[in-house]
């Protein structure tokens, strides 16, 4: 009973703006939309509080039947699992490239492969949309020097999700790039010199120095890149807004369909406990394999 | 650029003249329309000295979410424009104003009844038609003459056996007409031709499996089935006009919206060759129904401006301002009176939707509706594409539909108990 009247540790006082921020901005908010989620909150109930029923799961067991949310979970997944292994692909590419030995201006290269990411999407959705025009676009005149028929990007349901994924790494990859470089740098330089004595060439020391130095940066960048495409929502959403045929319809932007589109708030706010159920079980996942890794 | 300057200057305007005896009024329009309603402005203001707009242009494409959002803030502008198939929707919220004491009976008289009557919800009115649409038959004159077709068509009938003639004419890919198949508005549209009640019992229950519409649904297939449209969305074609130019189909039916674009994206010498017509009928009653759609202007039923905001409707529904409407963008006027001026009396392609538009119907005034228009869209397509049968299509949408219903029919169960 006296513990409860004793001063708090000091360090609580500290913490507490932090702490009353993220209890009344992000957990009370969560919440209040799993509440949400065991409710049929719609239009009727938006102008009327009365018409508002308790649904307990009934919400989440219309979803598993919704031939639309394993559609938006197909090209979800596809996003994340071209786009994500791509995307750090490109990433580790450029940032190897940008810390070679041999490049002069360093910083200017990095500041300009870190752009894109800094730019917002709206005004590069702008710039991509000319580029994969059917008829005057970059890309289709590219093609055409090499003799490819002319491809309808964002109007093909078969071509669309790469148009996506295209642009999405495009815009992303900067990100990780800077992480790799941080990655880089700390590896000791005496590693290479020993290798070169042993008369290791620069593939065995990518192999056997670089990659396994990396492998810390390598779960970060994972994980952070899963989880951030997992939410795929602003490319589909100023592109395509889900179309062709829902080629491009992300669990994030059927949510966001759901709920502002249709204002099924109860259905939206369960959509979303799904998309967080499934990048928590990816993340769990990979930590799991990496642990075993390393 | 043209926008960010406006808005600025907008922003500009409003931050130096802050009178405080003049009422301002919040005006929320979409697209184009907020965009070129500015200019009309500045007459406004100076017959109402005592009013100033604030005009705020939204993209069609967040309009409606941008509303409800605003609905549910409590912070909707006191006037707006709003699409004439989302009444019902604002009208469940009670986010409208009932217009019935304001408008006069003469002024009643002036405006399409059809029209009109898509504002209305349970005998009240709610909005006021700003400009009407409808859709019907766009075609090629030279190509149905080609066929042996000196005159548009007027029954189903006629119209299969044009369609047989211009698909029979020389030259491979070529089509007789264009029905994107991820668009629900022809098969409803055929079906309300021949008087299908698309949902029963006070809309409480889908109702596609009926006699009407089923055959309705069955002539639009056939059309496919025949090889007379292309199965194609909207989405895999890639430019319209050059399709419409280069006769790869003959017919089309769409909206006022795409007189302007074929005036302006069709070859010059082509522009001679291409005519409109009023819907077809089933029957011998010519002209055929279509629907009734457009935009109207509502007033927010928390508005504390509610008598200025009227002016500036009824300012806005002057015939000389629709005409001035009618000729920045193209939007065909609400009002009777307006089709007599020259500009729009002599222009026979837009004639035929002044026929057309004292022949239409609505849709289910319902908040459900949007939502169950785009099931059929998505059922008509898999029936076209062969995934579905006729009959498996029609019952898979009555089951979804009566799904979306299920929370309507719990309202009225509760309401009249």
Not at chain 2, 22 to 48: C, D, I
Not at chain 2, 146 to 157: D, I, L, M, R, V
Request: neutral net charge; glycine residues 6%; proline residues 6%.
């Amino acid at each position: 009973m006296r513990t409860l009247f004793l001063p708090p540790n000091p360090a609580f006082w500290f913490l507490a703006p932090a702490l009353i921020l993220i209890a009344g901005f992000f957990f009370l908010p969560v919440a209040a939309s799993l509440l949400l989620s065991f409710t049929d909150f719609d239009i009727y109930a938006l102008g009327d509080r009365e018409q508002l029923r308790f649904v307990a799961l009934d919400n989440y067991l219309r979803l598993l039947h919704d031939p639309l949310f394993w559609t938006a979970i197909k090209n979800t997944l596809y996003f994340v699992l071209v786009g994500g292994p791509l995307s750090m692909a490109v990433s580790l590419g450029a940032a190897l490239l940008v810390n070679h030995r041999l490049v002069r201006f360093k910083g200017l290269f990095r500041s300009l492969l870190f752009l894109p990411v800094v730019t917002t999407l709206v005004a590069i959705a702008v710039v991509w949309r000319y580029l994969y025009h059917p008829r005057f676009g970059f890309l289709n005149y590219l093609l055409g020097l090499f003799g490819f028929e002319p491809i309808d990007w964002l109007g093909d349901p078969d071509w669309a999700m790469p148009a996506i994924i295209l642009m999405a790494i495009w815009k992303n990859f900067g990100f990780n790039m800077i992480i790799f470089i941080a990655g880089l740098q700390s590896i000791p330089a005496r590693l290479y010199e020993a290798a070169i004595i042993d008369g290791a060439n620069s593939w065995h020391q990518f192999r056997h120095i670089t990659l396994p130095m990396l492998a810390p940066t390598f779960v970060f960048v994972t994980v952070i890149t899963m989880i951030g495409y997992f939410q795929l929502f602003a490319e589909p959403y100023v592109m395509t807004q889900g179309g062709p045929a829902n080629s491009t319809l992300s669990v994030a932007l059927l949510m966001f369909q759901e709920g502002f589109r249709w204002w099924n708030l109860g259905y939206a706010a369960a959509v979303a406990f799904a998309l967080f159920l499934i990048i928590l079980a990816g993340t769990l996942l990979q930590l799991k394999l990496r642990r075993r890794e390393i | 650029m043209r926008l960010i300057g406006l808005l600025l200057a907008l922003v500009l305007l409003g931050a130096c003249r802050r009178d405080a005896d003049k009422t301002v009024l919040e005006f929320w329009a979409m697209g184009r329309e907020g965009e070129v309603v500015q200019s009309l402005m500045p007459e406004f203001e100076r017959r109402h000295p005592n009013i100033r707009v604030k005009v705020q242009q939204i993209p069609w494409s967040a309009a409606h979410e941008k509303l409800l959002t605003a609905y549910a803030g409590d912070a909707m502008p006191d006037v707006f424009q709003l699409g004439n198939t989302w009444i019902p929707e604002f009208v469940v919220l009670k986010a409208v104003d009932s217009l019935d004491d304001r408008l006069t009976a003469p002024q009643r008289g002036d405006y399409f009844e059809g029209i009109l009557e898509t504002n209305e919800i349970n005998g009240r009115l709610y909005g006021l038609p700003w400009y009407v649409d409808t859709r019907l038959l766009f075609y090629r004159t030279d190509i149905l003459d080609k066929a042996g077709f000196s005159e548009p068509p007027k029954t189903w009938n006629e119209w299969l056996g044009m369609m047989a003639g211009v698909k029979a004419l020389p030259g491979e890919d070529r089509y007789a007409l264009l029905l994107p198949m991820n668009e629900w508005q022809v098969p409803v549209i055929l079906g309300l031709q021949l008087g299908a009640e698309l949902l029963r019992d006070e809309a409480q229950f889908a109702n596609f499996r009926s006699g009407p519409f089923r055959q309705a649904f069955h002539f639009y297939l056939d059309i496919f089935r025949r090889g007379y449209a292309p199965a194609v969305s909207e989405a895999q074609i890639a430019n319209l006009y050059q399709e419409f130019a280069s006769g790869y189909f003959a017919m089309y039916i769409t909206g006022p919206w795409n007189i302007g674009e074929f005036e302006h994206r069709l070859p010059k010498g082509l522009q001679d060759r291409w005519a409109t017509a009023p819907m077809l009928a089933p029957d011998e009653n010519y002209p055929g129904l279509s629907l009734a759609g457009g935009a109207s202007l509502a007033i927010a039923w928390n508005s504390t401006r509610k008598d200025q905001a009227w002016e500036l409707i009824e300012f806005l529904s002057e015939p000389e301002q629709q005409l001035a409407f009618y000729r920045m963008t193209g939007d065909l006027p609400s009002r009777r009176s307006a089709w007599q001026h020259p500009d729009l009396a002599t222009a026979t392609r837009v004639q035929a939707f002044k026929t057309q538009l004292e022949r239409v119907a609505s849709t289910p005034k319902i908040p459900e509706w949007e939502r169950i228009a785009s099931k059929i869209a998505h059922y008509a397509e898999k029936a076209v594409r062969g995934e579905l049968t006729e009959e498996q299509a029609l019952t898979a949408l009555d089951e979804d539909v009566d799904r979306i219903l299920e929370k309507r029919r719990w309202l009225l169960r509760k309401q009249a108990q």
